[in-house]
């Protein structure tokens, strides 16, 4: 028989985690706001160290330091190695909804065996706001928070320096997941091991009214007692320097902006249960009952307690043990209650933004009730088991019935959007107005009230062909892995521009094309000038010397300058990274002695008309001060045409040469440099182009 019940919970878990993936995996885009960002984002990294990708090099730097916000991006990179982008976004999916009801699980199994029944809230809980904000670290180290408890409660008792090392590694994955979730879990650790070695040192010393042993002798036990769990907590002083290191960094950076919800506001998510409300208002009617449930559930608990202790009375034993009423009142498991009171307070206090990214009181709402779940005791017999079951699991359909319905409709709204063609160039620069659209939706008939479905819809179109998006929102903060270069502008090759904004296209139609457009939004291109013939002269040969400006130019010659940025239908710099003018001291014969020099990835493009070229490529190290030689790659329309070259220091100056063929009327040369220390540099002396086809 008790095989046979534990064939049908395991079977009934089995049902419902199919059921909850269902979606992910049925339906080509799962709405969140910012899921396609990050989804963008890994493409970026996974792609970074491609020279190749030139615009997204020189529009993005890597903001590589060990912030709490790394392990979903970190996923996505590994992912995108292996499979294309939305399958890498269902897998991170995938663990965000599927981790938090097994983490809560294995807690439940940990702690109170009996409430294992409530795992089934994470099911429910697993469908929450923050995870269709996009919020996918947060999501994650929801599950982490509880996996890591569960641990040490199950080894508290017996801790060793391989269970520290365990839990610190645990700890720390926590950490670069999600801060939120590490500082809850810090407190976690640090309360509970007090809370329950008080409890024994004062059932021991006042939990019985006749003790041969002295009190002062029982009080000396009891500091034995305490003696694990301090040692335990001092055992975490570097994870509470890690702890207020970053808080403090966050008060620094971001607490004087703080924004405080008032009263009103807490009050109507909390009792709403708005963490998870995400599309529309018809989910509070859920979270509202599940309320009650919970309500009923605490009450049922009081009420049981209150039972034992009466039993307990009538009973007489506490005359024969001598065992105090307050033993049969206060539990053990009064801490998860006292933990759950104390995120509470946190939820009213804390500020709803200025500390990593905001939606704290969000992120306390979800950990208040699911933290209290081993508090309960309601499972008076195998059939209240079941009916709660049964609360539960029909709550969490009718949640993602809700759900379903609005992703089918949603999926229209998306395919739609993401319709525009016409972007098939390599490494351009995209921009939309606004940088975050959150309109009406056709298919639901009315706006999403709480998430913006459409808000980074653009960046789907960019995971493709090293295109650096100007609207990426992840790049203007500090605690996500790609930022911004610093002072830079660029003017965008590509514009999307959603309905809300086509009334102020006067002025962008002036220089760029409309190539195509959709119920939600156009693509705009920029405007192309066809080559210029007049660079020509009537020959057959471009020459460009690369120099200061106070250099010479050689006879013949167009002269390069590190400013010369690129116009239309000409010739010039694409990049604006820093470049030096290191004019050669030294009176040489070459007319090439006088370079230009950089650190970054240098990409210089020329307007031609199609056809085959033969180009020749001039480079020096005359500079006195480079103790080693340089090495130079050049990468010509995507391909590698100069590798690992070698140029020696002093005055010699080497030619190379390759043929091309041009089919999109631009001749693009990346050239970068893969030395190391102060004297990582590239120096570029010139070059010409030869037409080879009768031209």
């Not at 190290?621 to 995507?638: F, R, T």
Request: with cysteine; aromatic share 16%.
């Amino acid at each position: 028989m008790k095989a046979h019940r534990l064939s049908i919970e395991y079977i009934t878990v089995i049902v419902m985690l199919v059921l909850h993936l269902l979606p992910v995996w049925g339906f080509k885009y799962f709405p969140t706001q910012d899921g396609a960002s990050h989804i963008y984002n890994a493409y970026v990294l996974k792609e970074y160290h491609n020279h190749e990708n030139y615009r997204l090099r020189e529009v993005y730097e890597l903001n590589a330091t060990i912030f709490p916000n790394w392990t979903s991006h970190a996923l996505l990179v590994i992912l995108l190695y292996v499979f294309p982008p939305l399958i890498c976004e269902k897998i991170v999916l995938t663990l965000c909804i599927g981790l938090l009801p097994f983490a809560l699980f294995y807690f439940l199994n940990s702690v109170q065996r009996r409430n294992t029944v409530f795992g089934l809230l994470g099911f429910l809980f697993a469908y929450n706001y923050l995870l269709h904000m996009g919020f996918y670290n947060f999501v994650l180290s929801m599950s982490l928070f509880f996996f890591t408890f569960g641990y040490w409660w199950r080894i508290k008792d017996k801790l060793g320096l391989s269970n520290i090392v365990v839990i610190y590694i645990l700890l720390l994955v926590t950490y670069v997941t999600h801060y939120h979730s590490y500082a809850l879990l810090v407190m976690s650790l640090t309360f509970f091991p007090l809370f329950l070695s008080v409890y024994d040192v004062l059932q021991g010393v006042w939990g019985s009214k006749e003790r041969s042993q002295p009190v002062m002798s029982r009080l000396k036990d009891g500091m034995v007692t305490l003696k694990p769990a301090l040692t335990f907590i001092g055992s975490l002083i570097p994870a509470y320097f890690i702890l207020f290191s970053y808080y403090f960094y966050l008060s620094n950076t971001h607490g004087g902006d703080s924004d405080h919800k008032g009263y009103e506001w807490l009050n109507d998510y909390f009792f709403g249960m708005k963490s998870l409300v995400s599309f529309r208002d018809d989910h509070v009617l859920i979270g509202r009952v599940l309320l009650v449930f919970l309500a009923i559930a605490f009450i049922l608990t009081v009420i049981n307690r209150i039972r034992q202790f009466h039993q307990f009375r009538e009973s007489e034993v506490w005359k024969e043990t001598g065992e105090r009423f307050w033993t049969r009142v206060v539990s053990r498991m009064d801490g998860f209650l006292i933990m759950s009171i104390l995120i509470t307070a946190m939820y009213y206090i804390a500020p709803w933004s200025g500390y990593s990214g905001g939606w704290i009181n969000d992120r306390f709402h979800l950990y208040i009730f699911l933290i209290l779940i081993p508090f309960f005791a309601v499972n008076l017999h195998r059939h209240v088991n079941y009916a709660v079951a049964g609360v539960i699991i029909a709550l969490s359909l009718w949640h993602l019935g809700y759900n379903v319905h609005t992703y089918t409709l949603l999926n229209r709204d998306i395919t739609n959007a993401i319709s525009l063609e016409g972007m098939y160039e390599e490494d351009t620069i995209l921009t939309s107005e606004p940088g975050e659209w959150g309109g009406f939706s056709d298919s639901l008939g009315f706006e999403p009230k709480y998430v913006e479905p459409f808000g980074h819809l653009e960046c789907l179109l960019a995971v493709h062909k090293g295109i650096a998006y100007l609207d990426n929102y992840e790049a203007n903060t500090d605690h996500f892995p790609l930022r911004y270069k610093e002072e830079k502008e660029f003017t965008a090759d590509f514009a999307i521009i959603w309905r809300t904004e086509y009334g102020d296209v006067g002025g962008l139609e002036e220089e760029y094309d409309l190539i195509d457009s959709n119920d939600y939004n156009r693509l705009y291109r920029r405007k192309q000038t066809a080559p210029d013939p007049e660079m020509w002269d009537g020959g057959t040969v471009l020459a460009f010397d690369m120099q200061s400006k106070d250099g010479e130019t050689a006879p013949g010659h167009i002269a390069v300058y590190p400013d010369t940025d690129y116009t239309d239908g000409q010739y010039g710099w694409l990049t604006v990274s820093e470049k030096d003018d290191l004019q050669n001291e030294s009176e040489v014969s070459q007319p090439y002695g006088d370079s230009i020099w950089g650190k970054e990835d240098g990409v210089f493009r020329v307007a031609l008309p199609n056809g085959t070229y033969e180009v020749t490529c001039y480079f020096t190290a005359d500079d006195s001060e480079e103790p080693e030689p340089l090495e130079i790659n050049l990468i010509v329309n995507g391909e590698k045409k100069i590798q690992r070259l070698q140029i020696p220091v002093g005055n010699e100056t080497i030619e190379r040469r390759y043929n091309i063929t041009i089919t999109d009327e631009h001749l693009t040369q990346v050239i970068y440099t893969r030395g190391k220390g102060r004297y990582k540099r590239w120096g570029w002396s010139g070059f010409s182009i030869q037409s080879t086809n009768g031209g």
